[in-house]
């Protein structure tokens, strides 16, 4: 039976090209500008609902539940691309 580099707690190189950094750079400013537009649109949102207490009306509701998906995925590449960059080995204490 074979063990393998990575059973035996060894770094294994992967190809790590510049369009995956560009890929994980940009997922990274997308989840920016996403954060970004969503505080404006979420106090909007509290401003037209009449404060705390009350829920938030629904056009803001929605635009927010819009920002929220595409937060996901780009939060979903950016985290991709850290653990395809990230080294292979296991933690040391």
Do not use: K
């Amino acid at each position: 039976m074979t063990v393998s580099a990575i059973d035996r707690g060894q770094s294994v190189p992967t190809q790590w090209s510049a369009t995956d950094r560009l890929l994980g750079r940009y997922s990274c400013y997308v989840v920016f500008a996403l954060a970004m537009a969503y505080v404006p649109t979420m106090g909007l949102g509290f401003v037209a609902g009449g404060g705390f207490s009350a829920p938030i009306p629904d056009p803001y509701q929605a635009v927010m539940e819009l920002l929220i998906l595409l937060l996901s995925v780009a939060l979903i590449v950016a985290f991709a691309a850290l653990h395809a960059y990230a080294p292979r080995h296991p933690r040391e204490p």
